[in-house]
Nanobody, 114 residues
Framework: QVTVVESGGGMVQAGDSLRLSCAAH??????IYWYRQAPGKEREFLAV????????RHTDSVKGRFTISRDNAKNTVDLQMNSLKPEDSAMYYC?????????WGQGTQITVSS
């Protein structure tokens, strides 16, 4: 059974940091993505981690503030978010992929107040 579960969201103030975790189990996922979606907006790609070689990529809008990484101890792929802004408020989703399928978590809400 495949499970994809995000955790770590919450309500913070501008300038704070949060660390999200994605626990994906049930397949040998090749890539783990983080996305977000704010009300009335399209889902936005944030970052990706590639299992085969550990490489990562971040969208330009979050470079320098957000970092995706693998936590081997927790068996999760995390998204460290620093210097949060009100415009970062959104539902954050993890997407775990294999070649033939894609699995989404339920999301975790982040609200950043000014």
């Amino acid at each position: 059974q495949v499970t994809v579960v995000e955790s770590g969201g919450g309500m913070v103030q501008a300038g704070d940091s949060l660390r999200l975790s994605c626990a994906a189990h049930g397949r040998a996922f090749t890539t783990i993505y983080w996305y977000r979606q704010a009300p009335g907006k399209e889902r936005e790609f944030l970052a990706v981690w590639v299992r085969s070689n550990g490489t990562t990529r971040h969208t330009d809008s979050v470079k320098g503030r957000f970092t995706i990484s693998r936590d081997n101890a927790k068996n999760t792929v995390d998204l460290q978010m620093n210097s949060l802004k009100p415009e970062d408020s959104a539902m954050y989703y993890c997407n775990a992929r294999i070649i033939e399928a894609s699995y989404w978590g339920q999301g975790t809400q982040i609200t950043v107040s000014s």
